[in-house]
């Protein structure tokens, strides 16, 4: 589902030429694994996720999801992708801290032309989803870190994603939290939603869920 | 792309950070207002000026000793009389009085019942005037500056003069001019031809100057030539001339006005500068959020143009009707002043509402839509890096 080749990913680096922060010559991810990254701080685990998730293209190489080079898609196309088949969680959350929960998962819809209605029936499907019936209203800076977790989990998965991209989504989160949130995941991964995860958390690390582990060291995949 | 979500969810997120909202509101609003002020106030003045030049063409003369307008001898009306192209001759009886009490200067302008007609300016002044009150009494009418000077040292009903060595002339107040004419009569007091001329002490045989009537006015330079050839000593003057100087002498390019007006600019540039450079942390983590859930790039901007437009719009339209109220309604306290010059009678003038649509149109265009467009571009720039640059 997910083929990497050959890929490689550098940045300018101040006026001594380029500095290379990923180099993956091979990699295969198939649809709907639960696939753990794991590697020390710097290895370069959230630089693949944004390659996977489209947020960055590659300098060389190939990114291919679903049979689609993605790595090459114009912006229009790559907002597209994003949209439709990825869902991202990150360590911070990342809501828009002034806005209700509504409010918050519903931005990922204005993209299309939703009738108000249509829009307010698809949010409160997936805030169901992740349990927060009944908090649509509240602003989201006063959330607990959990809710706030699953709100940016609703948020990700309303398009109905086919990936779904966690970056140490449970290292601001307490014991319960974390323990909610995997039972999340894992049921959107039963249902055939890819799971990408980088933790370094020891609640995913010899997990019966985790389908395949991804070992990353200065830029490269030392272990499968 | 602006449906009823986008716009909705626009004006949430917009509401969602409202210090930063009101500041660019509060400041915007100022400059417009100014603006916006400096715009009415002008073009009611200049309304008023054009008002003032279509009279009929004229020529005025002086009589010159040692520099300085004397009066006027009668005799020398029946000899310009005489010269081709002149229709008709009025002599003028107008001067100054000083009011001690309120220490300001009024504008004396004397007419009779008798004469069928005056010149144009005069003309102009006693349009509104009620004749009929003249009839059976001798008194004035006076400015609204004037009134309200002279309410506030009790003078209601009438006014005396002081003339000669101590005595005393008391006139009733019969009307007062009415506003549309107030940048010409406020400080002016109309009062009959003999009543001036013991005020002014100017004798029977003399006239404050002479206004000469040239029905084509083609022909005023000929005349003007043939006038000085009679009287050596003449001065001539144009009434179109003096008052196109007139509107120069309100020139409202020059000195403080200007100082007042560079300072707004000055805050618009600098909001306009720190638009274009950078956008808040938050505000650069806003559009990252947006983009890594899949907003491409002409959404989030379009999102930030929807969001400038409607602030500056708002701004525009609070702006403009505040200055409305401020000019036409306070008549521009403090700002006035500075159009008009220092605060005296002859100076202060009630600005009549015109609307210049033409020039608030330019308005909304020279401000709203360069802070409209100058909003996208750090959006544009924060747009096109990857989103997990700011998201990390
Ligand atoms: N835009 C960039 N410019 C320069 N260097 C970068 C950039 N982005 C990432 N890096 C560097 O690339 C390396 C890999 O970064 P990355 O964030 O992928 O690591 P990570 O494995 O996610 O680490 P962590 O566990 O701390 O999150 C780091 O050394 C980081 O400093
Ligand atoms: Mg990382």
Redesign the interface.
Known sequence: MIKINDLEFSVSDGRHGRKKLIQVDELNISQGSFVLITGETGSGK?TLL?LIGG??RPTSGTVKVLDRTISKLS??FL??????Q?G?L?Q?F??????SVF?NI??????Y??S?SA?QQRVELVVKQVGLKGKEDFIAQNLSGGERQKCALA??II?NPSILIADEPTANLDKAAKLALLELLYSFNRNGMTVLVVSHDPLFEDNAIIDQKIVMSSGKVIAL | MF????I??SL??MF??RRELIAVFMLYTCLIFILSSFFLMKNSLFNAFDHLIDGKPELIIQNMQGGKAVNTPLSWADEILEIDGVGQVYPRLFGTYFFEQGRDFFTLVGFSLLEESYDSEIQSIIDGVDFKSFQNQEGIYVGLGVQKLLRSHYYTDSFSFFYGSGKKLTLPILGHFSKKSQLETNDLILLSKQSIRLILNIDENFATDLVANIPNPAEKVIVATKVRELFPNARILDIVDLKVNMKRNYDIFGGTFFALFLLPLVAFLILFYTKISALTEKGR??V??????????P?VMSWHLFNAFFIASLAYMVGVLCSYFFVFTLNAPGLSQLFLGQANLSASFNFTAVIPLETLFYLFIVTVFPYTLASVIPIYRSSIV???EV??
């Open positions: 959230s944004s947020m960055n912006d229009h907002s597209e992708y994003r949209r439709e990825i991202f990150f911070f990342h809501l828009i801290d002034n806005l409010d519903a931005l990922a819809l204005v993209p032309n939703l108000f829009l948020r990700a398009n | 449906n009823i979500s986008f909705k969810f949430k997120m969602s950070s983590s806003q990252a959020i947006l983009r890594a859930i899949g907003w491409e790039i959404l990857s989103p997990l998201l990390r």
